[in-house]
């Protein structure tokens, strides 16, 4: 079993800079891909950005290179989002999720995992 915890979020006015945490519970955390997908009202849950277990591959979705960064901490179960740039359209719920059977041809579909954290609230003001 594996929880989930996200922190981190918060009003920023846009170019400002915001830096998500998730932290992890369960003995596996090391050894699992970790991802972080965002939902605006009305709007699908989209992929963001994902980490392989040892944070040496990572994957964004194109609307964020070059203004996020994932990162991960194994040493403290802790998965991160730092968020530069900040535009009014970053404005979403942001949810880290993991699942044993992470795959890169899959990793965009948010059905796919079954653990997720209960989201922390970016909102970015033009």
């Known amino acids: 079993q594996v929880q989930l915890e996200e922190s981190g979020g918060g009003l920023v006015q846009a170019g400002g800079s915001l830096r998500l945490s998730c932290a992890a519970s369960?003995?596996?955390?090391?050894?699992?891909?970790m991802v972080w997908f965002r939902q605006a009202p009305g709007k699908e849950r989209d992929f963001v950005a994902a980490?392989?277990?040892?944070?040496?591959?990572?994957y964004y979705t194109d609307s964020v290179k070059g203004r996020f960064t994932i990162s991960r901490d194994n040493a403290k179960n802790t998965v991160y989002l730092q968020m530069n740039s900040l535009k009014p359209e970053d404005t979403a719920v942001y949810y880290c999720a993991t699942d044993p059977t992470f795959s890169t041809a899959t990793m965009r579909v948010h059905a796919r995992y079954r653990y997720w954290g209960q989201g922390t609230q970016v909102t970015v003001s033009s």
């Open positions: 369960g003995r596996t955390f090391s050894t699992a891909a």
């Open positions: 980490i392989s277990a040892s944070g040496s591959i990572t």
